[in-house]
């Protein structure tokens, strides 16, 4: 079976996509919802031969097993089909979209869905090593039938990071007190600067419906105390998981209306937000205590060292809905519907071109990802000096232009090398190591060369010798070490 274009499809937010490959293999469909830990590996179709016993033989290895949506999270349907020995999971929907019209028939007595299913993690899905597609009704009843007349089909599932042009997008799912994102926000500015407005960033803050959490009760009163604000409608976490004292779920709520509102006057427009990275890292050094996390003087001082008006700030966030009345938040709103868009369920969380990040928020994995993302060929220049460079340099790269690895490793190398003349050459030209971003080589006598990077060289033997340092110097942004001498 084929379709012009592909099937419509979704990626799950876990498991290891192999990104840049494919897998091609013969799909099998369970026929169950494969909920059940102990998965009957004989059942399903197209049906195979019996073994001596009368039993069905089990699904051939490796294979793609197409799984029913329903009765569990995708999250334990994909777990239990990789302990059967799947290569590759497609969960085929059950439910009609209300958008596909009349491109999909729903089952008698099922009405279709406004929004779709996003293939979210629980939480538990990082034991999860195989890839898995959510298949739309409309076409994956097609191939269930094909399965079902027992026919064969053979399914590729192939995985790129989309790079539609010579712009990133890219977007972070945090809160105010997220400590495990907390170095990277710290770092990231340095890459939004290098990155010179060739990447387009939307932070989102991660807060709870209050409404679907039952924290706005049946009779309007907010059951759920300092957790929330808007009378219950908006959420966090405590993060000190002390009700009675400290940061409560309601400040973390205030903080995250104030930044999404920064963003919106600072940073929207450019998708950069230089002031809004300033403020995170004013606000860390000065307000990121229990004594001031909600102290307005602290929050305005952070706010003036950023060069952000706190009187807009505080326009904005009364202008939205603000926190106190039982009113909606336009903004809060927002940042609700996005997240359930996404599918985010575990923060922190990032975004490249709309494909999750797989690995912790850190620096080398969103600057790897993001230098990934661009088309061939335009990749702003940082990227080709520090995408290259060894994890855990990669942000002293981008500060300083160079890979501190690399140039500690070339620089001993060089200084290694000996030079042994038993009489002056007529003449000795040396192309030095230089950036791969410069023009040219450089020239340099013998002497000067022996009195910069040589001073204990001596002659002493009838031959030039030395220990190139070339091997790598190429691939990490600096010219070969060359030596002609006649």
């Known amino acids: 079976m084929t379709k ?6 979704r990626v799950a937010q876990f498991g290891v996509p192999p990104y840049g490959g494919s897998l091609h293999q013969n799909v099998y469909y369970a026929d169950s919802d494969l909920c059940d830990v102990n998965v009957d590996t004989r059942k399903g179709y197209p049906t195979r031969a019996k073994d001596k016993d009368g039993q069905m033989l089990p699904w051939p290895s490796s294979f793609i097993l197409m799984v029913d949506r329903g009765g569990c999270n995708f999250v334990r349907k994909v777990r239990n089909a990789q302990h059967s020995g799947a290569a590759g999971v497609l969960i085929a929907d059950n439910t009609c979209l209300c958008s596909a019209g009349n491109a999909c028939y729903s089952d008698p007595g099922i009405s279709c869905e406004t929004r779709e299913p996003p293939m979210a993690d629980d939480g538990s899905g990082s034991d999860i090593s195989i890839p898995s597609f959510f298949m739309f009704k409309q076409d994956a009843d097609p191939i269930k039938a094909e399965l079902m007349a027992n ?3 053979r399914v590729e599932m192939a995985w790129s990071l989309p790079n539609p042009d010579a712009r990133v997008e890219y977007d972070v799912w945090t809160t105010p007190t997220d400590s495990v994102a907390r170095n990277f926000m710290k770092q990231w500015k340095a890459a939004v600067v290098a990155l010179d407005g060739r990447v387009y960033f939307t932070p989102h803050m991660y807060i ?36 009675d004292q400290g940061i409560s779920g309601a400040d973390v709520v205030g903080e995250s209306l104030r930044r999404a509102c920064i963003w919106k006057l600072y940073g929207e427009m450019d998708g950069v937000g230089e002031a809004w990275w300033d403020y995170l890292n004013e606000f860390m050094f000065r307000c990121d205590t229990q004594e001031y996390f909600t102290n307005l003087d602290c929050i305005r001082d952070a ?4 060069g952000i008006d706190s009187g807009k700030i505080d326009d904005c966030m009364s202008d939205s809905g603000g926190i106190e009345d039982d009113t909606p938040n336009y903004i809060l709103e927002d940042e ?13 969380s990032a975004f490249v071109n709309g494909v999750a990040i797989r690995g912790a928020l850190e620096f080398d994995v969103v600057f790897t990802e993001i230098c990934a ?3 061939a060929g335009v990749e702003p220049n940082i990227c080709s000096l520090c995408a290259a460079c060894p994890d855990g340099h990669k942000y002293e790269c981008v500060v300083d232009g160079y890979c501190h690895l690399w140039h500690h490793h070339s620089t001993n190398e060089i200084r290694n090398a ?6 002056p050459p007529t003449m000795s030209s040396f192309t030095t190591v230089k950036p791969a971003a410069s023009s040219g080589t450089e020239n340099v006598t013998a002497d000067e060369l022996r009195h910069s990077e040589f001073p204990t060289a001596a002659p002493a033997a009838t031959t030039a010798t030395y220990r190139s340092a070339s091997a790598n110097m190429k691939s990490s942004g600096y010219v070969l070490f060359t030596i002609t001498m006649w």
């Open 4 to 9: 012009m274009g592909g099937y419509d499809h």
């Open 373 to 375: 993302s661009y088309l």
């Open 151 to 153: 026919h064969v089909v």
């Open 336 to 348: 609700l519907t996005a997240k359930d868009s996404r599918g985010v369920v575990i923060v922190p």
């Open 303 to 306: 706010m003036a060292q950023s």
């Open 418 to 423: 000996t030079l042994a003349l038993t009489e």
């Open 208 to 243: 709870y419906d209050g409404i679907k959490s039952s924290c706005l009760g049946a009779n309007g009163e907010n059951q759920c105390y300092n957790l929330c604000t808007n009378n219950g409608r908006y959420c966090a976490a405590d993060p000190d998981s002390n009700l």
